[in-house]
């Protein structure tokens, strides 16, 4: 499959379910889509949203993918590919040994003000998702995230409340 062409262009999302539906019927095709999507080259983070339609039709695809989302994401600088990878882990449980720079750059984006808020949102959820296997977190996000919510847009409120009443339960 010829990613630079489908993906040079952006896809619709009509068009990128198909594609997604192609991939999940021909699983080989995964592994493309994962190198095409982890190069350095400007659009290619168009090919982890593909990667998020990929999931919605076959996670089990996605799914080994994950722990080299978490490896590569401490260093990973594009929002929207920092968007997509956040959202794709944030749907699968967290490993049981997660590197520490990943928690730490998910606080990092957290606490930022200037973090697109799909990407705190996501970063939000995996850090409460890690409070489940690390409860020493748990004061600590709720604090960070009570101290947020002020400022933070409509999206970011109503997940930060759903997360803070599962903290606090």
């Known amino acids: 499959m010829d990613f630079n062409a489908i993906l040079s262009t952006f896809p619709g999302k009509e068009a990128a379910v198909l594609i997604a539906k192609e991939i999940s019927q021909k699983p080989k095709y995964m592994k493309e889509l994962w190198e095409y999507a982890m190069r350095s080259e400007k659009n290619t983070w168009r090919a982890t949203w593909l990667m998020d339609k990929v999931y919605d039709e076959a996670p089990e695809l996605i799914r080994p993918y994950i722990p080299h989302m978490i490896k590569l994401f401490p260093n990973l600088e594009c929002q929207s590919k920092q968007r997509q990878l956040l959202k794709l882990i944030s749907n699968e449980p967290l490993p049981k040994t997660i590197s520490g720079d990943f928690i730490n ?37 709720a604090l960070i995230i009570e101290e947020h919510m002020t400022e933070g847009t409509a999206g970011f409120k109503s997940r930060g409340k759903r997360i803070l009443k599962k903290l606090q339960a």
């Not at 998910?106 to 799909?118: E, G, H, Q, R, S």
């Not at 998702?129 to 690390?134: A, G, I, L, P, R």
């Open 105 to 141: 750059r998910c606080f990092d984006l957290l606490i930022a003000n200037a973090t697109p808020v799909a990407v705190r949102v996501y970063a939000m959820q995996i850090l409460f998702n890690f409070s489940q296997q690390e409860p020493d977190i748990k004061n600590e996000l």
